[in-house]
């Protein structure tokens, strides 16, 4: 009888999950290289003022935060003078370095090469088709800090848009110069830019360079990210995409792994994780966006083995 009972029992328990990490999520090479930079000051000297959150996960600037990183805002910085500040990965507009010429101020510039060599192509676009009556036109979130520093090198007059419907900002009448945020999806670019080239071609007669210049400034490691997502998205029952809140990528590429698997669930924090999420489930895949840390989803990884 005592056998037949532990056979019973044996043949009830759940088979563990299979987890499998995302390779290819985590941070992408510009906000490793901030972080290195940021942890080998704080090495150093053991404080260090960020402007702006080093990254979009609060996981990741907590643990910064405990080293010894202060994150400020530009009021702040204003109010600061002689010491050392980081500027994150995402950029700056010219009167962050001009207040920080003024209060004597040294930067730690940690801004990507990506988005650095973007500020420069839309600060000389800027400076061609300003003569010309034209406008300069960003596709991009308003109010993210990339797009603040590429506002800035065009004096705040840069046109933002990030849906169909805010084309309307635009004259189609006048040249236009359109550029990416680094971090936005190819397919909503040029879908952008085949209806920009449709609205000119209405209200000039023509499309070629005198009037509508397109750039596409997508950093490729980010979105090479959305195919791949898409294939290991579908090679397990449920997907965790681990992110932080504020995240414009993060947001994004779940968004493509919710279509491809739509058992795809957004966390922020192994607490967030629900048992029911996995009652029929076989395997799990864990990924993240470019501000994800790999040690975060580790965690989430470890947390799924303890209690599955």
Same mark, same amino acid.
């Given at each position: 009888?005592? &056998?037949?009972k532990?056979?019973?029992? @044996? #043949?009830?328990e759940?088979?563990?999950?299979r987890?499998?990490i995302?390779?290819?999520?985590g941070?992408?090479?510009?906000?490793? $290289?901030a972080?290195q930079?940021?942890e080998d000051?704080?090495? @150093?000297?053991?404080?260090?003022y960020?402007?702006?959150?080093?990254?979009? +996960?609060?996981?990741?600037?907590?643990?910064?935060r405990?080293?010894?990183?202060?994150?400020?805002?530009?009021?702040?910085?204003? +109010?600061?003078?002689?010491?050392? =500040?980081m500027?994150?990965? !995402?950029g700056?507009? %010219?009167?962050? /370095?001009e207040?920080?010429?003024?209060? +004597?101020?040294?930067l730690?510039?940690?801004?990507? %090469?990506?988005?650095?060599?973007l500020q420069?192509?839309?600060? +000389?676009?800027?400076?061609?088709?300003?003569?010309h009556?034209?406008q300069?036109?960003? /596709?991009?979130?308003?109010?993210?800090?990339?797009v603040?520093g590429l506002?800035g090198q065009?004096?705040g007059r840069?046109?933002i848009?990030?849906?169909?419907?805010?084309?309307?900002?635009?004259?189609?009448?006048? %040249?236009?110069y359109?550029?990416?945020q #680094?971090?936005?999806g &190819?397919?909503?670019? /040029?879908r952008?830019?085949?209806l920009i080239?449709?609205?000119v071609?209405?209200?000039?007669?023509?499309?070629?360079?005198?009037?509508?210049v397109?750039?596409?400034?997508?950093?490729?490691?980010?979105?090479?990210?959305e195919?791949?997502l898409?294939i $290991?998205?579908?090679?397990?029952?449920?997907i965790l995409?681990?992110?932080?809140?504020?995240?414009?990528?993060?947001?994004a590429?779940?968004?493509?792994?919710?279509?491809?698997?739509?058992?795809? /669930?957004f966390i922020?924090?192994v607490?967030?994780? @629900?048992?029911?999420?996995f009652?029929?489930?076989?395997? =799990?895949?864990i990924?993240?966006a470019?501000s &994800?840390?790999?040690w975060l989803?580790?965690?989430v990884?470890?947390?799924?083995?303890k !209690?599955?």
């Amino acid at each position: 009888m005592e &056998t037949l009972k532990k056979e019973s029992i @044996k #043949t009830i328990e759940k088979t563990p999950l299979r987890i499998t990490i995302d390779p290819d999520s985590g941070f992408c090479f510009g906000v490793v $290289f901030a972080i290195q930079m940021a942890e080998d000051e704080l090495e @150093k000297s053991g404080s260090l003022y960020c402007l702006g959150d080093i990254v979009h +996960n609060n996981k990741e600037i907590e643990r910064l935060r405990i080293k010894g990183l202060k994150i400020i805002n530009h009021d702040d910085l204003k +109010n600061l003078h002689d010491c050392k =500040v980081m500027i994150r990965a !995402h950029g700056e507009p %010219p009167e962050t /370095y001009e207040v920080a010429i003024k209060n +004597n101020i040294e930067l730690i510039d940690a801004s990507c %090469p990506v988005v650095l060599k973007l500020q420069n192509r839309v600060r +000389n676009g800027y400076d061609e088709i300003l003569d010309h009556g034209g406008q300069i036109v960003i /596709y991009g979130e308003n109010g993210h800090a990339e797009v603040e520093g590429l506002v800035g090198q065009t004096n705040g007059r840069a046109i933002i848009v990030s849906k169909e419907e805010e084309l309307s900002k635009i004259d189609f009448t006048k %040249p236009v110069y359109f550029f990416s945020q #680094t971090t936005k999806g &190819t397919d909503g670019f /040029y879908r952008m830019k085949e209806l920009i080239e449709k609205s000119v071609l209405e209200k000039q007669g023509k499309v070629d360079t005198s009037n509508f210049v397109a750039n596409d400034t997508i950093c490729r490691q980010v979105s090479n990210r959305e195919p791949q997502l898409r294939i $290991f998205a579908c090679e397990s029952d449920v997907i965790l995409f681990v992110s932080g809140k504020k995240s414009s990528n993060g947001k994004a590429l779940f968004e493509v792994c919710k279509e491809a698997n739509p058992n795809t /669930y957004f966390i922020s924090e192994v607490e967030e994780i @629900k048992s029911e999420w996995f009652e029929n489930a076989v395997s =799990v895949g864990i990924c993240g966006a470019t501000s &994800t840390p790999m040690w975060l989803m580790k965690e989430v990884a470890e947390h799924l083995k303890k !209690h599955s």
